[in-house]
């Protein structure tokens, strides 16, 4: 199969709709921060996705079985992880969490991320 240039997807100017969500009150910790999802792509396999994630402040308990990789558009997010150990990240960061990470996700400031998940079947 080979694909023509309009199968590339411009984040930029994508018309994805925002999907808006509440987090199950049985991960929250503070606050009920809505969140929302434009997932920009989600491959055939339905394994690869990708997008721009959003979320109001507020914290919750994250365990990833899935890997992401993750780049701060806006504000500000703390992780940590079950032993108590955490770290800031902030607009320009760039990091993978890998899957089997658990603990806790703080949104400080609202933050606007880029997302790339891969969920291995």
Same mark, same amino acid.
């Given at each position: 199969?080979?694909?023509?240039?309009?199968?590339?997807?411009?984040?930029?100017? &994508?018309?994805?709709?925002?999907? @808006?969500?509440?987090?199950?009150? =049985?991960? $929250?910790?503070?606050?009920?921060?809505?969140?929302? !999802?434009?997932?920009?792509?989600?491959?055939?396999?339905?394994?690869?996705?990708?997008?721009?994630?959003?979320?109001?402040?507020? &914290?919750?308990?994250?365990?990833? @079985?899935?890997?992401?990789?993750? =780049?701060? $558009?806006?504000?500000?997010?703390?992780?940590?992880? !079950?032993?108590?150990?955490?770290?800031?990240?902030?607009?320009?960061?760039?990091?993978?969490?890998?899957?089997?990470?658990?603990?806790?996700?703080?949104?400080?400031?609202?933050?606007?991320?880029?997302?790339?998940?891969?969920?291995?079947k």
């Amino acid at each position: 199969m080979t694909l023509s240039i309009n199968a590339i997807i411009r984040f930029a100017t &994508a018309q994805t709709p925002v999907e @808006t969500y509440q987090l199950p009150t =049985e991960k $929250l910790l503070a606050g009920n921060p809505t969140q929302g !999802l434009e997932n920009h792509y989600s491959s055939p396999c339905d394994q690869f996705h990708s997008g721009i994630w959003q979320s109001e402040s507020g &914290a919750w308990k994250i365990n990833y @079985t899935e890997y992401e990789y993750c =780049e701060i $558009l806006e504000g500000i997010s703390v992780i940590t992880d !079950l032993q108590g150990q955490s770290q800031t990240f902030t607009v320009g960061d760039r990091f993978i969490i890998p899957a089997g990470f658990q603990g806790t996700w703080e949104v400080v400031e609202p933050c606007r991320k880029v997302y790339v998940i891969f969920e291995q079947k």
